[in-house]
């Protein structure tokens, strides 16, 4: 609070971010009721949309197969249901490997925001990821050689 960096940018935006909370009602969004609608919201479709319409397990497994709208608003839950919950472990193995081998906390924190921008909708199921993904891994996996060879020729420092 004694730094001039805290009293004219970090006190500033608490203000803006308080009124903004204050202005758009956003607290009533985190009610009892509002909650208990989402529950009841995703119970609806997990058991109208999702079991109902399972009636084998490669259905579980593979994927349901069937001309049905899922809905997008729970994403883990349209993974599993498009592709099958192997395809969904699997996938998220792969994250949480990615996750554990981050380099640093900034490139963890981005894969970790991500997953977290999944549970709402499928952000990691969209064709744009579908390229990004492998690179990361890729990158992930030859970090430590690549780290090893920027040593042996004195450009790190490490």
């Known amino acids: 609070y004694r730094s001039a960096f805290f009293r004219f940018l970090i006190i500033p935006i608490i203000i803006v971010a308080i009124f903004y909370i204050i202005q ?3 607290i009533a969004k985190l009610s009892a009721e509002y909650i ?3 529950y009841d919201y995703f119970i609806e479709i997990f058991k ?4 109902d319409n399972i009636h084998n397990v490669f259905d579980f497994l593979f994927g349901i197969n ?5 809905p997008i608003d729970f994403g883990p839950m349209f993974m599993i249901a498009k592709v099958g919950f192997l395809y969904f472990f699997l996938y998220s193995l792969i994250i949480f490997y990615m996750i554990y081998k981050a ?14 921008a999944n549970i709402h909708y499928p952000a990691l ?3 744009i990821m579908n390229l990004i993904l492998p690179i990361l891994l890729v990158y992930l996996l030859n970090i430590r050689q690549e780290r090893k060879v920027l040593y042996e020729k004195n450009i790190i420092c490490n």
């Open 103 to 116: 380099p640093d906390r900034y490139f963890r924190m981005a894969i970790i925001a991500l997953v977290i």
């Open 36 to 38: 208990g609608y989402l």
């Open 125 to 127: 199921f969209y064709p």
């Open 48 to 51: 109208i949309t999702y079991i």
């Open 24 to 26: 758009n009602n956003l």
């Open 66 to 70: 069937g001309n049905y709208n899922f």
